[in-house]
Structure formats: C-alpha cells, structure tokens
C-alpha cells in the first residue's frame, strides 16, 4: 500500500517552467514504477512520463519529450516532473500513479496503475 500527494502546481505563463513533486509513503517505494499523467477538462487521463525503480528507465510522451524531465530519489521516497517551456495546452490536472513492479506491459495505460496521488492544478496562460 502506498498513498501519494501531488505538489507544485500552479499558475503559470507559456514558456516558464513549474517542478511538481509526489511524496509517497511506504517503506518499499523502490518496488513501484512511477510515472505522471495529467487530465484536461472533456479529455482522458494522458500518460506523461514514467520511470523504473532505479532511474536507469524512462519513457515520456511524444508531446512532452524534450520539454519534461522525470526523476525520483528513492531515499525521499518522492518522484519529480520538471516542466520546462511550458505551452497552454499543457494545462491540465497532474497526477502521480505508482504499480507494483510488473514489466512494461501497457505502461501507458492508467488503468494498469494501483494507486494514485489527488492531483495538482496546472495552468499555462498564453
């Protein structure tokens, strides 16, 4: 079991950056693939970025590549989303996910994920 909660939200203008933070709780945070998924109003929840227990794996989506960074610091027990050159059309409700170590199977699928953070409010004026 491990509860997550999302911080580092905000208002922001296109082209700056925000760093989200998700602290967990648990004793076994390494055991969990984590990643970020954000949801805008009318849309479904969108995979983001995710990373392996020891950094070393990352994935990201087509539509923050090169833009986002994901990181974790297992001693912290927290994950992190950098957002560089943000745009309007990334705001969005960000949330962290974690699921039990289990391969990469449908990674992008939020539904493969056993728990979630609250979410964080992002929003990028132009």
């Known amino acids: 079991q491990v509860q997550l909660v999302e911080s580092g939200g905000g208002l922001v203008q296109a082209g700056d950056s925000l760093r989200l933070s998700c602290a967990a709780s648990?004793?076994?945070?390494?055991?969990?693939?984590m990643a970020w998924f954000r949801q805008a109003p009318g849309k479904e929840r969108e995979f983001i970025s995710c990373?392996?227990?020891?950094?070393?794996?990352?994935y990201y989506s087509d539509s923050v590549k090169g833009r986002f960074t994901i990181s974790r610091d297992n001693a912290k027990n927290a994950v992190y989303l950098q957002m560089n050159s943000l745009k309007a059309e990334d705001t969005a409700v960000y949330y962290c996910?974690?699921?039990?170590?289990?391969?990469?199977?449908?990674?992008?699928?939020?539904?493969?994920?056993?728990?979630w953070g609250q979410g964080t409010q992002v929003t990028v004026s132009s």
């Open positions: 996910a974690a699921r039990n170590a289990r391969g990469w199977e449908r990674f992008r699928d939020p539904n493969e994920y056993d728990y």
């Open positions: 648990g004793r076994t945070f390494t055991s969990y693939l």
């Open positions: 990373i392996n227990w020891n950094s070393i794996i990352t």
